[in-house]
Nanobody, 116 residues
Framework: QVQLVESGGGLVQPGGSLRLSCVASGSIFSISVMGWYRQAPGQERELVASITRGGSTSYVDSVKGRFTISTNNVKNLVYLQMNSLKPEDTAVYYC??????????WGKGTLVTVSS
């Protein structure tokens, strides 16, 4: 089992920055990929960014050049640095982990609101 807890959401003005953090606990040795998803009101949840245990990253086109995903050496923390935020980035952001057994884990989410 893996438990995920997000933090760092909040209200920010357009053009501002936020850093989201996700702490993983439990069987972290089994995690092969971690990522951040988001879900805006009335929309489907979408993958924003992911990072493999080997450090390979991927991003949805809408955040490329603005968001950066990273982990610490122990691989129990994953960050999402969000710069140049836009109103359309407003959503609940969820931390996600997939184990080598193809089991998916989710955090409860943290709300990011981009508004003036």
């Amino acid at each position: 089992q893996v438990q995920l807890v997000e933090s760092g959401g909040g209200l920010v003005q357009p053009g501002g920055s936020l850093r989201l953090s996700c702490v993983a606990s439990g069987s972290i040795f089994s995690i092969s990929v971690m990522g951040w998803y988001r879900q805006a009101p009335g929309q489907e949840r979408e993958l924003v960014a992911s990072i493999t245990r080997g450090g390979s990253t991927s991003y949805v086109d809408s955040v490329k050049g603005r968001f950066t995903i990273s982990t610490n050496n122990v691989k129990n923390l994953v960050y999402l640095q969000m710069n140049s935020l836009k109103p359309e980035d407003t959503a609940v952001y969820y931390c996600n982990a997939v184990s080598t057994y193809d089991i998916t884990y989710w955090g409860k989410g943290t709300l990011v609101t981009v508004s003036s």
